[in-house]
């Protein structure tokens, strides 16, 4: 297991490039009665003759909703960088979980003084947000402009137990996941521990998600025969997602991940 403890002063770099995030396209899925709605940024000068890697990003709870906006609130504007989007060009989804669901199965208990109660225990069925995220992303990686051995998956918050869970439920599908902030089920990190490289980042004095949610899957992971690297940012509390994604490694390591 690799470990990073980085001072967050180090990190940060201020970023004055416009971001219109109204370059992220407006969709909906439907089946049924059930619609997930989705935001979908394609590369700059997309050829659909062309393989692009591509991202599933899960948003935090504080995002869940029908305005098909709020998702895009954190993470989004990193792949606006122009940058970013000339050095790794890539198809990036992100979906809005309804605002009565979880992308996973968890049991979750906010009636303690700190930081949330999370039981992952059994092997539950996955939540209609998470089964209609799975179907989304099948369809997208049977497109001939997705390079099926790009396929990556991030997440913050609840999204980070999200990230966690689809790659247990396909743990064949992803490149590599970067979950940020969030937990899981570590009896079932042996479903992925070899096929899926991960990247655990988390803030230390986490009030909203402890830690040790973070630290517990990393050695499950190691446990089960996975490397994964895990980032505990020193002083920081839930908001660890800023420091992720200023990290300058963490876009190369992503994309430098296949199949």
């Known amino acids: ?6 001072l967050p002063f180090l990190l940060f770099s201020f970023i004055s490039f416009s971001q219109d ?3 992220y396209e407006k969709h909906q899925y439907i089946q049924g009665q059930d619609t997930l709605n989705y935001r979908l940024l394609l590369p700059d000068g997309f050829d659909p003759s062309t393989e692009y890697p591509f991202i599933l990003f899960l948003h ?7 305005d098909n906006e ?12 122009p940058v970013v989007r000339q050095a790794f060009p890539a198809i990036v989804l992100f979906p809005q979980c309804p605002r009565d669901s979880y992308w996973a199965n968890v049991k979750i208990d906010r009636s303690g003084p700190g930081p949330i109660s999370l039981d992952f225990s059994g092997d539950n069925p996955p939540t209609q947000p998470m089964v209609m995220v799975q179907d989304l992303v099948d369809s997208m990686v049977a497109e001939s402009f997705t390079d099926d051995k790009r396929i ?15 790659v247990s439920r396909n743990p064949e599908l992803f490149a590599a996941a970067i979950p940020i902030c969030g937990g899981g089920n570590p009896d079932f990190a042996e479903r992925y521990a070899t096929t899926t490289p991960m990247w655990i980042f988390h803030g230390a004095v986490d009030a909203v998600v402890s830690p040790d949610n973070s630290m517990l899957m990393a050695l499950a992971i190691q446990r089960a025969g996975g490397a994964p ?11 660890s997602w800023d420091y992720a994604f200023a990290h300058p490694e963490m876009l190369p390591w992503l994309f430098a991940q296949h199949k």
């Open 152 to 166: 990556y998956v991030m997440g913050l918050s609840m999204g980070g137990m999200g990230t966690f869970e689809i």
């Open 21 to 23: 995030r109204s370059i």
């Open 70 to 81: 709020k998702q895009l609130t954190h993470g989004s504007r990193i792949f606006l960088d």
């Open 229 to 239: 690297a895990l980032t505990i940012f020193p002083y920081v509390n839930h908001n």
């Open 1 to 6: 297991m690799k470990y990073y403890l980085l």
């Open 60 to 66: 935090g709870a504080g995002e869940r909703g029908d």
